[in-house]
């Protein structure tokens, strides 16, 4: 982790899946102040899933058991898209993996954050290009893709075609600072980098 914070505030999770909760204990673990918020109800159970996973991780060494409660307490859960937001510096987007449903997300994230926030998405098949179509700020947007097993392993960070070096470069500072080893796509193909290897191997194996 670095010695200084790239992102002064707090940070937006939107969708509180398997994925979400991944990303929330990711932050945390990192002393970031998470503020959850998911238009399903898994957002209920997070804390309780967090609790678990956070606990496990201490089982195998790589958290010590007296910094369970405070991971778990960086973690704030909201019933209000605007209130969970409204003070964030970056907001991850982790909802399911449905175009329209994400960009209707992103029109609600949009119409309560402000134009310096970065955003990110979670996204395993969809390339911000798409995604971004019709944002006010499609600057600020960047995939953000994990490879994740009891903790994120690293991340894809594929630009779209509007979305500033400045945002790029933010984002890979970052993903130093929450301990993620980042792996710049410079070119939005299907699946990005890791499915495509992966999927290649599995029909391989098969």
């Given at each position: 982790?670095?010695?200084?914070?790239?992102?002064?505030?707090?940070?937006?999770?939107?969708?509180?899946?398997?994925?979400?909760h991944l990303f929330a204990q990711q932050?945390?673990?990192?002393?970031?102040?998470?503020?959850?918020?998911?238009?399903?109800?898994?957002?209920?159970?997070?804390?309780?899933?967090?609790?678990?996973?956070?606990?496990?991780?201490?089982?195998?060494?790589v958290v010590e058991?007296?910094?369970?409660?405070?991971?778990?307490?960086?973690?704030?859960?909201?019933?209000?898209?605007?209130?969970?937001?409204?003070?964030?510096?970056?907001?991850?987007?982790?909802?399911?993996?449905?175009?329209?449903?994400?960009?209707?997300?992103?029109?609600?994230?949009?119409?309560?954050?402000?134009?310096?926030?970065?955003?990110?998405?979670?996204?395993?098949?969809?390339?911000?290009?798409?995604?971004?179509?019709?944002?006010?700020?499609?600057?600020?947007?960047?995939?953000?893709?994990?490879?994740?097993?009891?903790?994120?392993?690293?991340?894809?960070?594929?630009?779209?075609?509007?979305?500033?070096?400045?945002?790029?470069?933010?984002?890979?500072?970052?993903?130093?600072?929450?301990?993620?080893?980042?792996?710049?796509?410079?070119?939005?193909?299907?699946?990005?980098?890791?499915?495509?290897?992966?999927?290649?191997?599995?029909?391989?194996?098969?």
């Open positions: 982790m670095s010695g200084t914070r790239t992102l002064d505030g707090p940070l937006g999770l939107v969708g509180a899946g398997y994925i979400g932050f945390a673990l990192a002393s970031y102040e998470v503020r959850a918020w998911s238009p399903g109800r898994s957002v209920r159970t997070l804390h309780d899933r967090l609790r678990q996973s956070v606990s496990t991780l201490a089982e195998i060494g058991p007296s910094d369970i409660d405070d991971v778990v307490g960086r973690v704030s859960i909201h019933d209000d898209l605007a209130t969970a937001l409204t003070p964030c510096a970056a907001v991850m987007e982790s909802v399911v993996e449905d175009a329209e449903v994400k960009s209707a997300c992103y029109r609600d994230i949009g119409a309560v954050i402000g134009a310096e926030v970065l955003l990110w998405s979670a996204t395993s098949n969809f390339p911000m290009t798409q995604l971004a179509a019709g944002m006010a700020h499609p600057e600020r947007a960047v995939v953000v893709h994990p490879v994740q097993t009891q903790l994120i392993i690293f991340v894809e960070v594929v630009a779209g075609e509007h979305t500033s070096e400045e945002t790029v470069t933010t984002t890979m500072r970052f993903c130093d600072d929450v301990d993620l080893r980042a792996v710049r796509v410079r070119k939005e193909i299907p699946g990005f980098l890791w499915n495509r290897v992966w999927f290649s191997m599995l029909r391989e194996m098969l």
